[in-house]
Every structure is written in C-alpha cells, then in structure tokens.
C-alpha cells in the first residue's frame, strides 16, 4: 500500500490556483520524480506533502494518520522524526561544520553528541565527503555542498525524503553523481523519495514518473 498519499488537493495563493485537485501516491522505497513546467505546482505540492503548507482543500495521509488534520506542531514532529528534505541550495548552517551539520537532525531527534557524529560521519563517506567533515559550508564546492545536505537528510533515516530540484545547482558531472549516491541510499534504507525535478536526466533515477498540469497530477506509469 501508500506510505504517503494526497487526494483531491487544491491550494490557491491569491487568485492564482497552485493545485486543483491534485492526487500522488507513493509507497516506501519508491524514487518518484514530480514533474511538469514551471509555476505547475510542483512545490506546491511537496509542501502540502511533507506537511510544510496545508492545502486549503483534500487530505494528506502518511501511513494511517492524515497529515492534513494535524495541528502545526504534529505537523512538525512528523517532519522531524519521519521525513528528510533536500532542496535546491543545500542550506547548511554556515557557522557549523560539515559534520555538525550532518549531526543536526540526529542532535534535534535527542541523540548524544558522539552517537550523532558517528552516525553523520558514516552518512557524510556514503555520499563521498567524509574528507571535508571539518570544513565549512562556505569552504565548499557546490557538488560537495549538496552531498553534505543530502547526508544530513538521510542521517535521520527518514522513511520519506523530500528533494526539490535537488541538483539543480549543480553542473550535470556533479549532479548525476548526487543523484547515483541519493537513490542507491534511499533504497538500501528503504526511503521513499519525492522528487521534483524538471530535468529529464535526473527524472531518469525514478522508479516512476508523474507530470503536474495547472495544479492536476497525470501518472505517467513505470518510468525508466
Ligand atoms: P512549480 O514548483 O511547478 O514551479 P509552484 O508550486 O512553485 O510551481 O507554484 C505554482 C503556482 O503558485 C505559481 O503560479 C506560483 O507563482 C504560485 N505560488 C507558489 N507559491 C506561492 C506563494 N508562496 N505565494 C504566492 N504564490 C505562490
Ligand atoms: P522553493 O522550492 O519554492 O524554491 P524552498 O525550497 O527554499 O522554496 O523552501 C520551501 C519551503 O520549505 C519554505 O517555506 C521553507 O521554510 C521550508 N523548508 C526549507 N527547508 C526545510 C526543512 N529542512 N524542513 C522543513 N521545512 C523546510
């Protein structure tokens, strides 16, 4: 069945529709890529998603809880304890290094200091930048700089990692690196991944393909 699910989503900012009557569905250890043009809804829909913005109509459903008639902070516990996040610009805290970095979920979840670190450091070698664990954000390349808030993300063993143009910042050697080390730790964790992406090369690393429309979703099938 569904790990995470939305039927019926509308959202409008304004007068402008973001989503209307969007559905997704995707089950655990699924790579979904979301695409579909520019101002489609894409973000939009993440974030009603990872319970970020509530749609003003239609209901979110992770595992048996609908995510949609939770209060602000079950919504935010849900997305500290559940849920990963990777998006466009890594957003790394600057003042801390790269490896307190990749602690920060496990510290927030309650975890001591040297338990966090050697769970971050392992994550920060999966992703190929356990040799930069000392330096700061700002001392990074911008391919070193995603890896390092893609192993933050999946340090919190997330069961849903949310990833917004996750390699959009990056030159196409480096993002297709980014995305070979996302997918291959999202599936040995079993995580499901909902990723937007307008990139045909990077939807290239899903399971399965949706296409958002003026706020409507169109399931393309099995992608590649
Ligand atoms: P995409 O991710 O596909 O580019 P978005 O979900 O960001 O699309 O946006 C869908 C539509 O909603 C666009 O018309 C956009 O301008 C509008 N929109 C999105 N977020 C906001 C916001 N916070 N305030 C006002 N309008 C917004
Ligand atoms: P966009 O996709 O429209 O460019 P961003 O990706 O910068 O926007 O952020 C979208 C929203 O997600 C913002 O409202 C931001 O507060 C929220 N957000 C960003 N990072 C996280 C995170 N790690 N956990 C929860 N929410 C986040």
């Given amino acids: ?3 995470l699910s939305a039927q019926g989503l509308r959202k409008t900012y ?23 043009p520019s101002g489609s809804g894409k973000s939009t829909l993440l974030h009603c998603l990872a319970g ?3 749609p003003d109509a239609g209901t979110v459903h992770y595992r048996d809880r609908e995510v949609s008639a939770m209060s602000d902070s079950a919504r935010s516990a849900l997305r500290r304890t559940e849920f990963g996040f990777v998006f466009q610009f890594g957003q790394l805290v600057p003042e801390l290094t790269c490896l307190e970095n ?3 979920p496990l510290r927030l979840a309650g975890a001591g200091r040297k ?12 992703l190929e930048v356990d040799d930069v664990r000392h330096h700061r954000p700002g001392q990074l390349s911008g391919g070193q700089g995603q890896r390092v808030a893609i192993a933050r993300a999946l340090a919190g063993r997330p069961r849903v990692l949310f990833a917004d143009e996750p390699t959009g910042a990056l030159d196409s050697l480096n993002g297709e690196r980014a995305m070979q080390l996302l997918t291959r730790a999202a599936r ?3 995580a499901a991944v909902v990723l937007v992406t307008h990139e045909t090369r990077v939807a290239a690393y899903s399971d399965r393909e949706v296409v958002v429309r003026d706020g409507r979703v169109k399931d393309h099938g099995s992608g590649v």
């Fill in 52 to 54: 970020i913005v509530p």
């Fill in 1 to 3: 069945g569904a790990l």
């Fill in 188 to 190: 040995d964790t079993d």
């Fill in 102 to 104: 990749a602690a920060l």
């Fill in 115 to 126: 338990k966090a670190e050697a769970t971050a450091r392992e994550w920060l070698d999966r």
């Fill in 14 to 36: 304004g007068s402008t529709p973001a989503l209307d009557g969007a559905d997704f569905s995707i089950r655990a250890g699924e790579v979904v890529a979301v695409m579909g």
